[in-house]
């Protein structure tokens, strides 16, 4: 009677059991020409067209007038398939823990892959403490957020999608969703030649898309291209923002209008609210230290400094024109604190004209 | 006869294996680059440095770079032996502060470099991917109210920090100012004797940051240096005088 007992119970369990898991036996390997995408569990009827060979397509770069070659990791070169999927992965809300934000809710195409708020909001409607950071010509920058804490652009995708005040997601659940998808499983297939998409894939594809968003396109490119002239105004600008009388180039400097550096440029006296690159180095010299960013596009992506207190470039300029704060680590560029450049109003307006004559109109629309 | 063949073939061995040893030396020429002023080390913060105009100042940034850094041999028939054609130094890097040659042959040497890059060289843009293009970069342009050049190519040096009190900065950059070539030749007198007996000959170039504005010049940090053609030239002379010497360093 006993044995009876057991039986049944073992019986309901495993009816019950079955009842839940829907098994739907077939090939479950999308590079197999009889792909069966509602499989659940591989049965071993793939079959391969003997012909497949996994070729992913070089994507060239060809490095603008004036760049460095561009900083690409040895184990994720650039090809045709990374960049799509990575694309595809950057405005896909799957990466966060409610599917309703992407990459791209924060860093907008249209505002030169940044937004038009001081601060962005996550997930959770938490807001953050930084600026979101314009995204144009990253595979020159050597390190990355406005304190530096990261250095490839791999490393830093990983850091949105579990940030609580931003995507909130865990990269288990985001590989779980990634994987339940067939689309997903086919291009990271083609792209990686993997059967199984994990966190380190991820991060390739998008670091992949990040590197091909290049801007070189402006009235400042064209003009440098001897394809156009710039306005006497433009002109004027482009003197003061290369001369002391401006001094913008010793940090904007370069065709890519950035150095790569941290500087403090007197925002404010001491009593810092955001360390900057002192939270990563922790040498009190770093104090209140930010990378500079490229001006490229910078029409566009207002608001303006680490912390977006400036709504207007107008604003910005006047910082510069009446010399900024005093404090310890101030950098020795910010010649005369508390004075400034006194620039003329007129030439305040030339230098302003020549900003905006970085402005890439294709790239913010290019597909 | 043969009791005397092997004798003289071993003789013959040993001489020969000693000449090869004596040609087989394995010395390296190492620089190491120190920076004071006069005796002091820079400072950062206070401004605990005077200069010969009487201005109390520090030292916050120092880059600089060299060029045609080279041993000269006194045989006149010998090419010279090029340690590094192009050395960024970099006060803030370690790294930077050091350079070693590959392994030189016996001989008697001088040392020289010159102090930013000649103007066949210093074009815009010509040095993409050295670690110094963006923080040395200097833009090229042509001022369209005056037609003048300005600019074009890189800085040689970058020297900043604070004077008169901490808020008041100066800038010393130095660079193809209005697109004239203010770099220099230095050339030491010392003697680097390389010979079976040296081991690695380590010197270090002392750059003196006073005599960036002594000697024979008198420079002031207030107002400016920078597009100013008269400090660029006053500069040049006395950093080709007395801002760098070289210092043997014992092992």
Redesign the interface.
């Known amino acids: 009677m006993k044995r009876v007992s057991l039986f049944l119970t073992f019986s309901i369990i495993f009816y019950s059991c079955k009842k839940d898991l829907i098994i739907v036996e077939g090939c479950t390997d999308p590079i197999a020409v009889n792909w069966d995408s509602g499989a659940t569990y591989e049965n071993g009827s793939c079959q391969y067209d003997s012909n497949y060979v996994y070729q992913p397509t070089p994507f060239i770069i060809n490095t603008p007038?004036?760049?460095?070659?561009m900083i690409i990791p040895f184990d994720n070169p650039l090809t045709v398939e990374g960049v799509d999927l990575g694309k595809k992965l950057f405005h896909d809300p799957i990466l966060s823990a409610d599917n309703s934000l992407s990459c791209a809710g924060c860093h907008v195409q249209n505002n030169s892959f940044t937004n038009n708020t001081q601060y962005s909001v996550g997930i959770d409607n938490i807001e953050g403490f930084r600026n979101a950071s314009a995204l144009i010509n990253l595979g020159w920058n050597t390190s990355f957020n406005w304190d530096g804490s990261i250095n490839t652009l791999e490393e830093q995708a990983f850091e949105p999608v579990i940030n609580p005040i931003e995507m909130h997601d865990t990269w288990v659940n985001v590989e779980n969703k990634l994987n339940s998808d067939s689309t997903y499983l086919n291009m990271f297939k083609n792209a990686f030649n993997i059967d199984y998409i994990d966190s380190n894939h991820v991060v390739k594809a998008i670091a992949q898309f990040e590197r091909t968003l290049i801007s070189v396109n402006s009235k400042y490119d064209k003009w440098i291209r001897q394809e156009i002239q710039l306005s006497?105004s433009e002109?004027?600008g482009?003197?003061i923002f290369?001369?002391?009388k401006g001094d913008c180039?010793?940090c904007h400097?370069?065709?890519?209008f950035?150095?790569?550096?941290f500087h403090n440029n007197g925002l404010d006296s001491d009593n810092f609210t955001d360390l900057g690159l002192f939270n990563i180095t922790d040498n009190p010299?770093d104090i209140a230290k930010f990378k500079t960013p490229t001006l490229r596009n910078v029409e566009f992506t207002a608001p303006y400094m680490h912390d977006g207190r400036f709504s207007t470039l107008e604003e910005v300029i006047e910082h510069y024109n009446s010399g900024g704060n005093?404090s310890?680590t101030?950098d020795?560029?910010?010649?005369?604190?508390?004075v400034g450049l006194q620039l003329t109003n007129s030439e305040k307006q030339d230098l302003l004209n020549f900003l905006k004559a970085l402005s890439d109109y294709d790239y913010l629309n290019n597909p | 006869m043969k009791n005397l063949f092997f004798p003289i073939l071993v003789l013959a061995l040993i001489i020969s294996s000693c000449g090869e040893t004596n040609e087989n030396n394995d010395s390296k020429v190492i620089l190491n680059f120190n920076h004071l002023c006069d005796n002091a080390t820079l400072s950062n913060n206070l401004l605990s440095h005077i200069n010969e105009a009487g201005e109390n100042y520090n030292v916050q940034t120092l880059k600089y770079i060299l060029t045609d850094i080279k041993l000269i041999s006194d045989y006149k028939d010998h090419d010279a032996v090029v340690i590094k054609d192009l050395h960024f130094v970099d006060f803030s890097d370690p790294s930077t502060m050091y350079i070693e040659s590959e392994v030189i042959e016996n001989g008697s040497y001088t040392l020289s470099f010159r102090f930013g890059l000649h103007a066949d060289i210093n074009i815009a843009d010509n040095y993409t991917n050295e670690s110094f293009h963006a923080s040395m970069d200097w833009p090229p342009m042509i001022d369209p109210n005056t037609g003048m050049e300005m600019g074009g190519g890189y800085h040689y040096m970058k020297l900043e920090g604070a004077y008169i009190n901490d808020s008041t900065f100066y800038n010393t950059h130095t660079g193809p100012t209005m697109g004239m070539d203010h770099s220099f030749v230095v050339n030491f007198d010392t003697q680097l004797n390389i010979d079976n007996n040296t081991r690695n000959l380590e010197y270090s170039i002392n750059m003196n940051i006073n005599n960036w504005y002594q000697n024979p010049n008198t420079i002031n940090l207030a107002p400016m240096i920078m597009m100013d053609m008269q400090k660029q030239m006053q500069l040049m002379n006395n950093g080709m005088t007395d801002v760098f010497t070289l210092q043997g360093i014992l092992d």
């Open positions: 007038y004036g760049f460095p070659d006497p002109l004027n482009y003197v290369n001369s002391e180039f010793h400097g370069t065709e890519m950035m150095d790569n550096l010299m005093y310890a101030v020795p560029l910010m010649k005369k604190i508390g």
